[in-house]
């Protein structure tokens, strides 16, 4: 058999293992050592392989970067600064049309910058915003659609665990990939506004009785206790995003700096006991193990494809035929999407990118660049059917006497979709927008 | 997210029997876990102690780099036993849910075989980090820069080689159980997994 057979029997074993549920860890490692094996007939070579990939994977000092980012997201879920982004988005644009729907993208955006998982997000904002939307007469298929569509944002504006995947799988810099997915992170949130503005003023009625300013000022928040509770998050997004932008941090460090901010503020607001301090720590060391250890095995896995030389024969046979940088991003992000239907964002990301990123590089493209695009793309798929996880997260989490049905989420998540892939389509136009920030 | 986490030790409860070898392995899983999760708030603390001290007398603490690098391999291999009991390793949903509630006996049998591979691939592993610790307790390699600060690196070894280790018996502790229909393993709720 040939280099791009046995690859190609490589993959579809992988995929109907992961899909068959298997740990998606033990996946890549069980296919890693089958095709390893087949390729050398060395059972020993093939031991010390992997053992070397076990601990070389983990000789890096830039991983230190996954469990404190981990750790922040958890300590500021605890903190309650996620409510706080959403008073402070609430009073800063609910009075426009859709005004409750504006507000969830915004406090999205704000939340997506001070933790790196979008799933967190959607969790949060079904209890906190969907509730409110309903009250107030909002469609519940916009209510869900809209939270299902901004938690995108959670992985495009950094910090972003899917970055640091990327990084980590390409060897890019994270401070790069998280300088550059800010800008497109905010032409994102921006086409939600005007999709919501543009829905909210074709159809009103499903949007309640409009913008419900009279509410809102009622709210027991004072403006001093806006300005108070507005202060951590402005702090954490300075720390951590200005930190690296303005090069005082490593990634790592200012994810460390991030995490102790946010103790910090949940000590101060005393809704950190000792043994949810030591709870927050346990969910970051599972967590963390889990995700290290699927790099570990995802590095293994590359190592196979590398070896069997499927990515060598990718790449000549991309070069042959013609096709040009644009062809080939489109024909990748379709890949991705067409992936993000069976798969969730972790595998697609373990399984495309080691091969991809080398043709990328042949051809000389920006991985950085690469990255943003593969990250949008992949989050394109928590939205779509049948296995949009947002959807799955975001029903589970409804409370049982108002169910929403997945379909509902879809439904309602599709135009925030769309205006997703325009944005994909504007970066791969314009370089720049992701790019431009990166020093 | 909110919801609260049982005690580590509570779990040891479930194992059978008071003195049975699965339940002092339950500990020994608690154990290393909890020494992994202080490791976090350590490098939490060493990091942000080197931030303060440069700031404050232009000064990096020695050896920072080092110390977290292999926390990090610490964490992670301290850890992982105890995931994988938890039902915190990454997978898809995929077929079992629907083949458990329409076929409960073949998805037994397909969960005791996915365990089981893991019980093989540790066992690989297990063996692979044993031949590295030996050559690195052999060759005494070192983090950091020789003369400057160091320290050996075939304690972390030996970590990593424990670690798969545990992975092997836990998956094998998890395929019996499976097996024997005493439930399976444990599923998280969606999104505790935290990934996407």
Redesign the interface.
């Known amino acids: 058999m040939d280099a791009v057979t046995i690859c190609l029997l490589a993959f579809l074993a992988l995929g109907i293992l992961i899909y068959s549920g298997m740990h998606i860890s033990t996946a890549l490692f069980v296919t890693a050592f089958v095709g390893l094996w087949w390729d050398y007939g060395n059972l020993e070579l093939v031991v010390r392989l992997l053992g070397i990939a076990a601990t070389g994977a983990i000789s890096s000092y830039e991983y230190g970067v996954i469990p404190l980012f981990v750790l922040m997201g958890y300590l500021v879920l605890k903190a309650g600064i996620g409510a706080d982004t959403y008073a402070i988005a609430n009073r800063v644009v609910g009075w426009a049309p859709g005004g409750l729907g504006h507000a969830t993208v915004v406090a999205n955006a704000l939340f997506a910058a001070v933790t790196g998982v979008s799933i967190a997000s959607a969790v949060l904002f079904t209890k906190i915003s969907v509730p409110e939307m309903v009250s107030r007469g909002y469609s519940k298929r916009f209510a869900v659609g809209v939270v299902a569509g901004s938690s995108m944002l959670g992985m495009l504006i950094p910090p972003s665990v899917l970055m640091v995947f990327f990084a980590i799988l390409t060897n890019t810099s994270i401070g790069s990939l998280f300088i550059a997915g800010i800008v497109p992170g905010i032409l994102l949130s921006l086409g939600f506004v005007v999709v919501i503005l543009f829905m909210a003023l074709r159809h009103p009625e499903r949007f309640g009785r409009g913008p419900d300013v009279q509410a809102a000022a009622n709210e027991p928040s004072s403006e001093g206790n806006l300005l108070w509770r507005a202060i951590p998050v402005a702090l954490l997004i300075a720390l951590v995003l200005g930190g690296i932008y303005e090069g005082f941090f490593t990634p790592t460090e200012a994810g460390a700096v991030g995490a102790a901010g946010a103790l910090i503020v949940a000590l101060v607001r005393r809704v950190l006991s000792p043994r949810s301090l030591w709870d927050v720590l346990l969910d970051t060391a599972y967590t963390t193990a889990s995700l290290v250890i699927l790099i570990i095995s995802a590095s293994m896995f590359s190592r196979f494809i590398a070896t069997a030389g499927l990515t060598v024969e990718l790449t000549e046979w991309l070069h042959a035929s013609q096709l040009g940088v644009t062809g080939l991003i489109l024909c990748y992000v379709a890949l991705i999407l067409v992936l993000g239907a069976v798969l969730d964002s972790i595998s697609i990301m373990l399984i495309v990118v080691p091969i991809f990123s080398v043709v990328f590089k042949s051809y000389g493209v920006d991985l950085v660049w690469i990255g943003i695009i593969t990250t949008l793309a992949i989050e394109i798929g928590l939205l779509t059917p049948p296995f949009g996880m947002a959807a799955f997260v975001i029903k589970a989490t409804m409370p049982q006497d108002d169910p929403v049905t997945a379909k509902d989420v879809f439904v309602g998540a599709a135009p925030f979709a769309l205006i997703a892939l325009a944005v994909i389509g504007l970066l791969i136009a314009f370089p720049t927008i992701a790019t431009g920030l990166v020093k | 997210?909110?919801t609260?986490?049982k005690h580590?030790t509570q779990t040891g409860s479930r194992l059978p029997g008071p003195a049975s070898p699965t339940r002092y392995f339950g500990y020994l899983v608690n154990v290393s876990?909890v020494i992994?999760?202080?490791l976090?708030?350590v490098?939490?603390f060493v990091?942000?102690a080197?931030?303060v001290s440069r700031a404050l007398f232009s000064r990096a603490l020695p050896g920072v780099?080092e110390i977290?690098?292999a926390?990090?391999?610490l964490?992670?291999?301290l850890?992982?036993s105890?995931?994988?009991r938890?039902g915190?390793?990454?997978?898809?949903?995929?077929?079992?849910p629907v083949l458990k509630s329409r076929a409960p006996v073949a998805a037994r049998v397909?969960?005791t075989v996915?365990l089981l591979?893991?019980v093989?691939?540790f066992t690989?592993?297990s063996?692979?980090?044993w031949?590295?610790f030996l050559s690195a307790y052999a060759s005494n390699d070192q983090f950091g820069v020789p003369g400057g600060f160091s320290f050996a690196k075939w304690p972390v070894?030996a970590v990593?080689f424990f670690g798969?280790v545990m992975m092997a018996l836990q998956y094998l502790t998890l395929a019996v159980g499976t097996a024997m229909g005493r439930g399976a393993e444990p599923r998280d709720?969606?999104?505790?997994?935290?990934?996407?």
Do not use: W
């Open positions: 997210m909110n609260p986490r580590d876990a992994g999760t202080a976090i708030a490098v939490m990091l942000n080197d931030i780099r977290v690098t926390s990090l391999a964490i992670v291999f850890q992982l105890s995931a994988l938890k915190r390793m990454v997978r898809t949903d995929g077929i079992v397909l969960e996915q591979i893991g093989g691939m690989v592993l063996y692979a980090t031949r590295l070894q990593v798969c709720q969606e999104g505790e997994g935290g990934l996407h």
